[in-house]
């Protein structure tokens, strides 16, 4: 058990935070502990979470991706596109339509470090640009709300009325969510590919020496987060109801910060399914919670950003870091 | 033509002929031959920079040599190897940065190679722990699979390479500079490994520089100069002296350089200095001229008592006078300024910074000297750069190429000039040979006993004991953290230094 | 002569081939392809929009030379504008006076180096990744502006700031003065500067540049203070720019920043880089849009064009590096 908290301290200290935070929101709110706002905090993570698992496997494999967001926002318009031109389609093919052209578009990502070895950061910085630009000069920022009907139908797969009269429900794009953290932790930890991942991320000229395909590597990383980014945005634009070309840029970043907060490390080789859910699902619960305890949300991104701040900052000090700088501190005085 | 040894009608497990390898249009090998015997020790010697890596590496398979070579492995004839044959073979290499995985358990560590492959697979964690519990056991080692490697000691993650090379069937094992980091017990053991290793079939080859521990069990040494073959030798009759011949083309002729140092005032006086777990109740003094030789194994603490002096660690307890006066440096900043400095042990990480410029590098420690008017000028800094490195005879192209561009032993004199740029009163060397050429070393010494002379207090610190011994006045031996006795160069033997050191 | 040409090449160091020949493709494809491109129009609306991302990229540069990177730079612009505008609010808002304008820009850099003193402290102190910690401060600093305007504008303002966004001395628009003078600032800070060499040093290697007895911690907090008090001069601009400050202004700019530090040559490991070649980089993508939009594109499509310019040009520099190799072991 000692050597289970050990080696996972990241995910310990978040459930240790998130129970604590849900013990304090419970008592200093109605309506925290329920099944109703259970359900609609995963109802709205979803999207967020399916991202994360994604950009997960980038981060651990050693690269970072700023353009996923962005990519996911040219997969919704071009899959509402060819779900148009093939005359409505289905789950089914919209799925694969849409996982599909992620891929391309990360697998691009991949042809650019590993091709011409421009780190990842440049070169998703500049992915980011040209698919955004080019998405909004096509559209000419012209939001698309005539989806067919299949896309925009509620699916609710359970449903519960409480006390009050109000439905508790689970929809579709929760399943979709755990699919995806499945599928991602299946590859990670469970598959040779993930640990060849995993060992690339750590020590990239020991995997080498290995004989890893470092080509294969970087394709499969920013290929499984191509594909996520696709299925992420279908479901956004389900849940939304719309495609708006612009709704999920800057989204990269939020999802991003939730990702290292659940314990992945920028630089590779570091990083758990588990943590990166949790990351997420700390800073939906924080923002639920301040928004039940009446709190403005204007306040609500000041409040969350100081708080992943503090954790970054207490997470990265250790106490022996601390005390000599405390010591010295108390000798000048 | 190089000297060639029979092999004695045995048929060689491994024989590579007509290699050749070029880099960025630099030869790294040319025209190398290379045999190992089923079951032998081999000892490949060369300097830095000699071919050694990239020969094993070719070997292994990470790089394809150039067209027309020959590699016959096991019965087999190959063009080129690639990681996956070499492995399958049972050709594995313990490697000098041991190429782990720090995130990883130990388990996965020791059991990678059932995750490479070119088809996904599910991972078999339990194959995985029982493969390399058998690995540690076979060893004698006892280990917690389950932690991530990163909680271990170097030399623990070097045990963890070693079982990493064991599991499957090695035929072939190379051990690249396997002693550079561990201490002696260490790397008795490591001794004891590779003996038995032998015994049991597979062949081990040493890949080294420093020669001294492994000459005693090994059969034959194969050595590369400037990328080429100079011969192989029967170990019987070779001694460390003759091997440094054959690597660096040049005899060496060392005279012991120590000196009264009379009446000169002290420098440098330490008294009773601890921290805890490091180094224990030291207390020395260095006069001006002097140079104070400290040597021990790696881990008896000197390098802690070095940057406690220069102001980097904090000792819990002792004092230390500078020219007379009491002095407790706060950060290396203030000991700098009171003419303290300290060549790092580490030049790579620690001592340069590599990509940066020649000039830089000499001129990061003495900013205000290149000041006019306030601001930074280029004209004083090139001045000041030209100076240093005529003073010191450095070879460079010009002051704006990258410091990582020199050889090892002209980057050190850049070190050096850096921290006589300082003006500086004290001068601690920690391990200045580390990484410089057998061949560029005695030139180092020669700048050494040079600031000596001209009045600078020099604490060289090495666990190479002859380099203290020939070149310091007096020779302090540290011992888990603790001083363990005094030398005098010009009344004792080396030999009598080494069994107090080793024995 | 010669030296003078080794003065040049110092000045510019090699960062310069890809933004220099980046910019002599853009004017040759323009002036070509379009007849009013070589024009006083142009470079005066080039010169106009060129301080207010020029700014933001200085305030990235110092961060990125470390090997790191300040996120946080627009919505630090924007609370510095808004520190300005409240003190001119509460002191008459239209009629206030220009002394009010002044302290409201001393608070303003006071707010925008107070942001980086905290990042600094922190990437100094627990050695976090200043990716991570800077996005935690700009989602902080967007919340807290978004808090303390509700979403809205803030405007109104004396007509005194004018000429301070649109007004010209000799023909220079003094936005494009205000940026030169710290372009030259910084160069000065960069070449000639302890601090500008040892930032250089820490972005190299942290460890071995504390081992030469630099104070990393404290060019570190200054690095992000000096960055945090450049978003404020940028800030300043936009406000006098729009006539009026919202959180969120200029919000696309954050990622063209870095861009343009890569586009300039700068490494984005750190260590490399100057402040002229990403200067002419920042013309160049200035440049593309005004051709561009001179051609009847649209901001969007030069957005997108900016993207593969860079690619362009980080594909030459490996050409460029496989051809050295080539020639070597031809020779």
Not at chain 1, 288 to 316: C, H, Q, R, Y
Not at chain 2, 52 to 58: A, R
Not at chain 2, 409 to 431: F, S, V
Request: glycine share 12%.
């Amino acid at each position: 058990m000692g050597k289970l908290v050990r080696s996972h301290a990241t995910e310990f200290a978040l459930l240790a935070v998130i129970a604590a935070m849900c013990v304090f929101l419970s008592l200093a709110t109605n309506n925290f502990f329920s099944l109703g706002n259970a359900f609609d905090l995963l109802n709205t993570s979803s999207v967020n979470i399916i991202f994360a698992v994604g950009l997960l496997v980038v981060l651990i494999a050693g690269g970072i991706d700023i353009s996923f967001a962005v990519a996911a926002s040219v997969v919704q318009y071009g899959a509402a596109l060819i779900l148009g031109w093939i005359g409505g389609g289905g789950w089914i093919s919209g799925l694969l339509i849409a996982g599909g052209l992620g891929i391309l578009l990360g697998a691009f990502n991949a042809f650019l470090i590993h091709r011409f070895r421009i780190i990842s950061i440049v070169a998703t910085i500049a992915t980011f640009n040209i698919y955004f630009g080019l998405l909004m000069f096509f559209t000419q920022g012209v939001s698309i709300y005539d989806l067919p009907d299949w896309l925009t139908d509620r699916i609710i797969l359970f449903e519960q009325e409480m006390a009050d009269g109000t439905w508790a429900e689970i929809t579709l794009p929760v399943l979709v969510m755990a699919v995806c953290v499945f599928a991602t932790w299946l590859l990670i930890t469970r598959t040779t590919t993930g640990r060849q991942l995993y060992a690339f991320g750590d020590n990239p000229e020991g995997a080498r020496r290995f004989g890893i395909n470092i080509g294969a590597m970087q394709f499969i990383a920013f290929g499984w987060l191509g594909m996520m980014a696709g299925i992420g945005g279908l479901i956004q634009a389900h849940y939304a109801q719309e495609v708006v070309p612009n709704a999920l840029y800057g989204r990269e970043l939020d999802v991003l910060a939730a990702v290292v907060l659940g314990g992945a490390r920028l630089g590779g080789g570091k990083g758990s399914v588990l943590g990166c859910v949790l990351g997420v699902l700390l800073i939906a619960i924080t923002q639920n919670g301040l928004n039940l305890l009446g709190v403005s949300p204007f306040a609500f991104k000041m409040i969350i950003g100081a708080i992943i701040l503090a954790a970054i900052t207490l997470s990265n000090t250790s106490l022996e870091k601390l005390l000599p700088f405390m010591r010295q501190r108390g000798a000048r005085q | 033509m190089a000297e060639t040894m029979s092999t004695g009608g045995v048929k060689p497990l491994l024989s590579l002929h007509n290699i050749n390898m070029t880099f960025g249009g630099i030869k790294a090998l040319k025209d190398v031959s290379f045999e190992v015997l089923p079951g032998e020790i081999h000892c490949l010697a060369g300097e830095n920079g000699s071919g050694k890596s990239t020969l094993i590496k070719i070997i292994t398979g990470v790089y394809r040599p150039e067209a027309g070579a020959v590699i016959e492995y096991d019965g087999q004839t190959f063009s080129h190897m690639s990681p996956v044959t070499a492995q399958a073979g049972g050709i594995q290499v313990i490697w000098q940065d041991l190429a782990l995985f720090p995130e990883m358990t130990v388990a996965e560590n020791i059991a990678f190679h059932t995750v490479i492959g070119r088809w996904p697979r599910l991972v078999d964690y339990r194959h995985m722990r029982r493969t390399a519990l058998k690995a540690l056991q076979r060893l004698g080692v006892a280990l917690d699979v389950d932690l991530p490697l990163k909680d271990y000691s170097i030399a623990q993650r070097q045990i963890v390479a070693i079982a990493r090379a064991l599991v499957g069937e090695a035929k072939l094992v190379f051990m690249d500079e396997p002693t550079a980091s561990l201490t002696q017990s260490e790397t008795d053991h490591l001794i004891d490994i590779a003996r038995s290793l032998s015994v049991s079939g597979v062949a081990v080859v040493f890949v080294s520089h420093r020669l001294a521990e492994v000459l005693e069990i090994s059969s034959r040494i194969t050595v590369l100069r400037d990328g080429a073959l100079v011969g192989v030798y029967p170990v019987e009759g070779m001694t460390q002296s003759r091997i440094t011949e054959l690597m660096t083309g040049k005899t060496f002729n060392q005279q012991v350089r120590a000196k009264p140092v009379g009446d000169e005032p002290i420098v440098l006086e330490v008294k009773g200095l601890s921290r805890p777990g490091q180094f224990e109740d030291i207390s020395f003094a260095v006069r001006r001229g002097e140079t104070l030789g400290i040597t021990g194994l790696l881990g008896a603490g000197r390098t802690e008592l070095a940057l406690s002096i220069f102001g980097m660690l904090k000792p819990r307890s002792g004092r230390v006078w500078l020219n007379g006066r009491p002095v407790r440096f706060s950060s290396n900043r203030k000991a700098i300024e009171a003419g303290v400095a300290y060549l790092s042990e580490d030049r790579l990480s620690l001592g340069l910074i590599q990509p940066q410029s020649i000039a830089d590098n000499l001129a990061i420690a003495s900013l205000d000297r290149i000041k006019s008017g306030g601001l930074l000028s280029d004209e004083r800094k090139r001045r000041l750069v030209d100076r240093w490195i005529a003073d010191l005879g450095v070879k460079i192209g010009r002051q704006s190429d990258a410091v990582s561009t020199l050889s090892g032993g002209n980057q050190q004199r850049i070190a050096i000039a850096k921290w006589l740029a300082t003006d500086p009163k004290l001068l601690i060397l920690d391990a200045p040979t580390v990484g410089v050429d057998v061949g560029a070393r005695a030139g180092i010494f020669e700048i050494v006993a040079k600031l000596a002379e001209c009045g600078l207090a020099i604490i060289l610190i090495s666990d190479e004991v002859p380099e203290v011994y020939f070149n310091a006045d007096r020779v302090l031996h540290m011992a888990q953290g603790k001083m363990a006795g005094w030398f005098d160069p010009r009344t004792c033997s080396l030999g009598q230094i080494e069994a107090a050191v080793y024995g | 002569m010669n030296s003078v040409a080794t003065r040049i090449k110092d000045l510019l160091g090699p960062e310069i081939a890809g933004p220099g020949f980046a910019f002599l493709a853009v004017m040759l494809f323009f002036g070509f392809a379009s007849p009013q491109f070589l024009s006083e129009a142009t470079f005066g609306s080039v010169a106009f929009q060129l301080p207010e991302l020029g700014l933001l990229t200085l305030a990235m540069l110092l961060p990125v030379l470390t090997g790191g990177l300040n996120l946080a730079i627009t919505f630090t612009a924007n609370i510095a504008g808004l520190t300005v505008a409240w003190v001119l609010q509460a002191n008459g808002g239209v009629d206030a006076g220009i002394a009010w304008f002044a302290l409201g820009c001393v608070l303003a850099v006071a707010v925008g180096a107070a942001t980086g003193v905290v990042m600094g402290l922190v990437i100094a102190y627990t050695r976090a990744h200043p990716i991570l910690v800077s996005l935690s401060m700009m989602i902080f600093v967007r919340g807290l502006g978004e808090f303390l305007t509700r979403g809205g504008d803030v405007s109104g303002f004396p007509a005194f700031l004018q000429p301070i966004g649109h007004g010209s001395i000799l023909g220079f628009p003094i936005p494009l003065l205000i940026f030169i003078a710290c372009v030259l600032l910084w160069h000065v800070l960069l070449t000639r500067m302890k601090l500008g060499f040892n930032t250089y040093m820490i972005g190299s290697n942290i460890e071995a540049a504390r081992y030469s007895g630099v104070n990393t911690r404290k060019v570190i907090v200054l690095v992000y203070t000096l960055s945090g008090a450049m978003c404020a001069v940028a800030g300043i601009i936009m406000l006098a720019r729009f006539n009026s400050v919202r959180v969120g202004h200029g919000e696309s700019y954050l990622l063209i920043t870095v861009l343009a530090c890569f586009l300039g040559g700068v490494n984005p490991f750190g260590g490399f880089g100057r402040v002229i070649p990403v200067f002419v980089a920042l013309v160049v993508l200035q440049l593309l849009s005004s051709g561009l939009n001179l051609m009847g594109a649209n901001q969007h499509l030069a957005t997108a064009v900016w993207g593969i310019l860079l690619i362009a040009v980080m594909i030459l520099r490996w050409l460029a590096a496989q051809l050295m190799i080539l020639n070597r072991r031809k020779g």
